[in-house]
């Protein structure tokens, strides 16, 4: 068994999202990023992320019921799994943890929300979900 399905890009997520009413986005990122920096709108798709996160604010510890949290939203192990963070890293984390749990199909968004830092240190301009221009809103 390898750690988890395999990284995926955020347009295969969408293609995904968009092809298998089954198929669930899962962000892992935190409630003040939801907040302030925004979330992928699933609504053309009928669909809403489900918001469950890796790390608990301010002191960034692993959720100690994530699994339990997504078994809630996503019953049956073979449904397939996106995990979606800031740039890959917790989603990347939160795949590898579904997986030991008995999910077989859990995907990486390699790329997250909104990327890798740019050359002037800002995120979301040169890679993931914003950047390819894929539906997100802001409250």
């Known amino acids: 068994m390898t750690d988890y399905a395999g990284d995926v890009t955020v347009k295969q997520c969408w293609e995904a999202l968009k092809s298998d009413p089954t198929a669930l986005l899962v962000d ?3 409630e003040a990023e939801w907040t302030f920096v925004g979330m992928p709108d699933l609504t053309s798709l009928n669909k809403q992320p489900a918001r469950i996160s890796w790390q608990v604010y301010p002191k960034m510890e692993t959720n100690g019921n994530f699994v339990a ?32 749990a008995g999910y077989a199909r859990c995907y990486n968004v390699a790329g997250g929300f909104e990327g890798d830092l740019d050359g ?3 995120r979301g301009v040169t890679g993931g979900w914003k950047a390819a221009g894929l539906p997100w809103v802001q409250s």
């Open 28 to 30: 892992v990122r935190t």
């Open 69 to 100: 949290e997504v078994a809630r939203v996503a019953p049956g192990p073979d449904r397939p799994i996106y995990f979606l963070c800031r740039s890959g890293g917790r989603s990347r984390a939160a795949a590898i943890a579904m997986t030991k």
């Open 120 to 122: 002037g240190r800002h």
